[in-house]
């Protein structure tokens, strides 16, 4: 599979590149070769449907991920893939019933080997719609080897959220340090601020082991502009413990901001880095993925809106004498196969290349429909090269990858799509591999 690489779109491969290849600019040049695998196709059946959330590998090469759908109840579950030989056998770790969450959101290893989540809802009671305002979850494996494919792992509810002052629906991406877990939830915090689902503007919150159990701590309670609100991506740390991250909402032009948060023995404080939202044509708004940063503390994520063709872009967010320099590194336009980023976050490799998934929101004109695509961002003579290495087909291959892809030590990416693939009538999603 041919890669494309351009200044300003990605191409599609695949059934449609002729099509789009009519419709490029003359400056689309051809990269490295891709070669793209489904790893497994989900069929509605044991094996749940629609994997939403990041994977997760271990050292031993298996991935972990979430399913937002299984029997009998409908509220999700989580799997393992191990490979085989050349095949990757699938087996199902827990399901969830609804007291202990339901649609799980994030998924993370932890250094004690367990897997560490959250769902955006369930735990029961709440101002949620009766099933629960969402949970943190902890995964632990059988305490003897597994001698058979179905090895089922115990699960322990860290937290119910209820919505209230301790937050509520935590979409974002967890972060562990030191044996305590970091998040944000949507909602929740102060009630009578942002009006809507449960009240509240969200809160970043900190997991920490306590007498047996586990106890939550806000960090930070979120309040109606000029403050940002309704953080969906999760938080990043810098090496002196300072915690950053991105409101889709809220902030000067109310269309979300890039905030630090710094310890101190008084608590957290907040400083909003950026507002986004000012000259539209150009920079971006509503960031719902989250940060990465590197290592000269240069922080990078996505927009879901704005830019150059209002659907979305590619940011940089560096610290400059004594403040901070927003770029805008890349402009999304579905007119030529971009789609955007909406909530995945990106990843960096060790050489400074960037990586993220579009999930085709928007689509091509008809009679033509966009599926999304997985992408690759390349620093070039002071400038970044957009390189589109998989666009999917809504077939067999999957269709909309909503999460952020994980990179292996040898390059390949792992990913998955929350809908299509040959599984089940319609498509159930698909786990994906690119090697170089």
Not at 285 to 308: C, E, Q
């Amino acid at each position: 599979m041919a890669a494309s690489q351009q200044s300003r779109s990605g191409s599609t491969t695949y059934p449609l590149l002729l099509i789009v290849l009519f419709m490029l600019p003359l400056f689309t040049a051809v990269a490295h070769a891709q070669t793209f695998t489904v790893l497994h196709e989900f069929t509605g059946g044991a094996d749940g449907s629609r994997p939403g959330t990041n994977l997760v590998m271990d050292g031993r090469g298996n991935l972990y991920g979430t399913t937002a759908a299984n029997p009998p109840n409908g509220f999700g579950g989580v799997f393992e893939l191990t490979k085989h030989g050349s095949s990757w056998v699938l087996s199902t770790l827990y399901v969830f019933s609804g007291s202990d969450g339901t649609g799980p959101t994030t998924l993370i290893r932890g250094s004690d080997g367990n897997l560490y989540g959250t769902s955006s809802a369930g735990g029961g009671g709440g101002p949620c719609g009766g099933l629960g305002c969402g949970s943190a979850f902890r995964l632990t494996p059988p305490p003897t080897a597994c001698k058979s494919v179905s090895c089922p792992w115990s699960l322990t509810v860290l937290h119910h959220f209820t919505g209230q002052a301790d937050g509520g629906d935590p979409l974002g991406q967890l972060v562990e340090r030191n044996g305590n877990l970091y998040g944000t939830t949507r909602f929740g915090g102060d009630t009578q601020d942002c009006p809507g689902e449960g009240g509240g503007c969200g809160v970043v919150y900190e997991l920490s082991p306590s007498q047996g159990g586990w106890m939550e701590t806000v960090l930070y309670t979120f309040h109606p502009e000029p403050d940002g609100t309704y953080p969906y991506g999760g938080v990043v740390f810098d090496p002196a413990g300072n915690l950053y991250g991105t409101t889709s909402n809220g902030g000067t032009f109310n269309n979300g901001t890039v905030f630090e948060l710094s310890p101190s023995d008084s608590g957290w404080t907040e400083t909003i880095l950026y507002n986004f939202g000012i000259n539209l044509g150009l920079h971006g708004k509503i960031p719902y993925g989250g940060l990465v940063r590197d290592s000269a503390g240069i922080l990078y994520g996505p927009t879901n809106d704005g830019g150059s063709f209002n659907t979305g872009t590619i940011f940089s967010l560096a610290p400059m004498n004594g403040g901070w320099t927003e770029n805008v590194l890349y402009s999304f336009d579905y007119i030529y196969g971009d789609g955007n980023p909406l909530f995945a976050s990106l990843i960096l490799d060790g050489s400074g290349n960037l990586y993220g998934t579009s999930p085709g929101e928007g689509g091509l004109p008809d009679p033509v429909q966009y599926f999304g695509n997985v992408f690759m961002m390349t620093p070039s003579n002071g400038g970044w090269n957009y390189i589109n290495l998989y666009t999917f087909t809504g077939g067999a291959d999957g269709g909309f990858p909503f999460s952020t892809p994980i990179m292996d030590s040898s390059g390949n990416l792992y990913g998955t799509t929350a809908e299509y693939g040959s599984g089940c009538f319609g498509g159930c999603g698909v786990v994906w591999e690119i090697t170089p």
